[in-house]
Structure formats: structure tokens, C-alpha cells
């Protein structure tokens, strides 16, 4: 009996092993299907960032996000390189670049993203950034216009400072449950087999570098596109309303929403008045994959008025 349990035992035990080993080999045979060249750039003097090139014919077009990696564009770059040169930053303390214990301001983000440039010899770039990304462009262009032609805000030409809603949002107990959420999108593979990054990290980057932004310092031209909320009636159908109480929260919800991107579009205008806004109505915060297509349009119509 003993000799079956020792057969049972070591017959696991192989099993195991060869999953383990199986498992290994398919992550060192995948390869990264976008095409894109990986280098590594050395700021602050020794912090180490992945930098993505896709090449292409153009300006310099460089994408840079909150807390995803630049991987996160690997599949709407290599659309963009018959107009630009295609190039994205993974900042410091996400995915493969360095993490250090310090330097997540917003001028030290801006200061690491100037020293990219410098070594691809990147000059008159289009910055884009994704929400919290949005910070950077906006005090990158207020001390370096001259290295810009452009700047694209998806999501991110937002205030985290912002204090309340105003009008205020309901009590969230008071909603009714919904039946569907709106466009889900899936990140690149790339972006998704991406190291963790820390808790640490992302208050650093989302909540202790918090500041106002300050768009009175922007000489470049500015197109912001945000997402939007679609209209109420269309809205409520992904909810299961069941009171007429329900009813009311979500429509205050859906007014307070409304009012906080109102509120933010006027502050950028009243700064850059010719800056361009558009609206992508039920689009996710990474519209550059659930709008793909719009953002396409967008940014090669921006940059042909230019």
C-alpha cells in the first residue's frame, strides 16, 4: 500500500514539474507582436525607463500614460506611423522601468519625459497623455513649448483637485444595480504579462501628486477628447430601476457627472480658448481601445491643422 501512495506521490510530483516547466517555455516563446522597438533610456542619472519606438514617417507622436505601460498603445501605434513617428514612455515605477523610492512629482515626470526626448533627439512633438498622464502635458508645455507642436489630452485634461461635486452625487445606496457596464475593453498582452506595480506607486502617481492644473502657461494648440456619459434615457436602460426614488439618484448621479466634466472643459477654454473638445459618449477611460477608430480620426486631423 505504501509503494501505490509513493507511486501516487511521485507521479504528482512530474506532473507538476512538467506543468512548471511547460509553463515556463510558453512565456519565454512569446513574443510581443506589436511592432515596436524596445530602449532603454537612463534619466535622473540612474533611472532606467522603457521607451517603445514604432518608427514611422512624421513628427514626433508620444504617448504617455497614467499608471499603464506604454504597451498599453501597442495596438493603435502602428496605425499612427504612415504620420508620425510613434514613440511611448513607460514612466518610473511602472511595468519594466525603474523603481525607485522617489521622484514621482509631476516635475519630476516632466523632467524624466524632457530627458527622453533629448536622447531621441525628439523635437516639436505631439504629447498625449491618458488621464492622470494629463498633468504632465499640461506643465511640460507651460515650461517647454518649444519642444511641442501639440498636445492631446484623452481623458486627461481634468482638476484631481477638484474639492466636491457640485451639484453633489447622490447616496450611493440609492442607485439601482446595473444590469451592464459600458464598453469593456482588453489591454494588450503585453500590457496585461506587465510587472505589477506597487500600492506605494500608485499613490504617488495618483494621489500625492496631486495638483491644479495651470493652463495659462499652454502656447501650443490643445485638443482634448473626453468621454462622456450617454444621454439619460439611454443611460438608465443598463440599470434595473425599480423605484421611482432609484430613478431620481441616478439621474443626480448622471447631473453631478455631467457638471464636473462641464466645469473642467471651461477652465481649459478659458485659458486656450481655441482649444479643440470632443466628446466620445459612452466611450471608456482608454478610449484609444474602445474608440479606436475616433482617436485615429482625431489626432490625424489635428495634426494636419497644425
Known amino acids: 500500500m505504501k509503494s501505490v501512495s509513493l507511486a501516487v506521490a ?11 516547466v511547460a509553463g515556463r ?16 533610456v537612463t534619466v535622473d542619472s540612474s533611472v532606467r525607463l522603457e ?25 493603435i ?6 504620420q508620425f513617428h ?37 523635437q516639436r512633438s505631439i504629447l498625449v497623455g491618458t488621464s492622470c498622464a494629463g498633468q504632465i502635458l499640461t506643465l ?3 515650461q517647454h513649448s518649444d519642444r511641442l507642436s501639440g498636445l492631446v489630452y484623452l481623458d486627461g485634461a481634468s482638476d484631481p483637485t477638484t474639492p466636491a461635486y457640485d451639484p453633489p452625487m447622490p447616496d450611493l445606496t440609492k442607485l439601482p444595480r446595473q444590469l451592464r457596464n459600458g464598453p469593456r475593453v482588453t489591454l494588450p498582452e503585453a500590457e496585461r504579462r ?51 426614488e432609484e430613478r431620481a ?20 477654454l478659458a485659458a486656450v480658448p481655441k482649444a479643440r473638445i470632443v466628446e466620445l459618449p459612452g466611450a471608456n477611460l482608454y478610449m484609444f481601445l474602445s474608440n479606436e477608430a475616433d482617436i485615429i480620426r482625431e489626432l490625424r486631423a489635428f495634426a494636419s491643422s497644425l
Not at 87 to 114: H, L, N
Not at 210 to 229: C, E, S
Request: charged share 20%; proline share 7%; glycine share 6%.
Open 249 to 268: 439618484a441616478l439621474r443626480q448621479e448622471h447631473a453631478a457627472i455631467r457638471a464636473m466634466y462641464s466645469r473642467w472643459q471651461k477652465e481649459l
Open 86 to 122: 510613434v514613440y511611448g514612455i513607460t514612466r518610473r515605477g511602472i511595468g519594466a522601468s525603474d523603481r525607485p523610492a522617489i521622484g514621482y512629482t509631476v516635475q519630476r515626470s516632466v523632467d524624466d519625459v524632457i530627458e527622453v526626448l533629448d536622447s531621441l533627439n525628439a
Open 10 to 20: 511521485l507521479g504528482l510530483l512530474a506532473a507538476l514539474f512538467s506543468d512548471d
Open 25 to 40: 517555455q510558453a512565456t519565454a516563446l512569446w513574443r510581443d507582436p506589436s511592432p515596436h522597438q524596445v530602449r532603454w
Open 194 to 244: 506587465a510587472a505589477p506595480f506597487t500600492p506605494e506607486v500608485r499613490r504617488a502617481i495618483t494621489v500625492d501628486a496631486r495638483i491644479k492644473p495651470d493652463y495659462t502657461g499652454i502656447r501650443v494648440p490643445v485638443l482634448a477628447i473626453y468621454q462622456a456619459q450617454l444621454p439619460f434615457e439611454e443611460l438608465a436602460k443598463q440599470f434595473e430601476i425599480r423605484s421611482e
Open 77 to 82: 501605434a502602428p496605425k499612427l506611423t504612415n
Open 140 to 142: 511640460f508645455a507651460s
Open 51 to 75: 521607451v517603445l519606438d514604432w518608427g514611422g514617417s512624421g513628427p514626433p507622436l508620444v504617448l504617455l500614460g497614467c499608471y499603464l505601460t506604454a504597451h498599453a498603445y501597442d495596438e
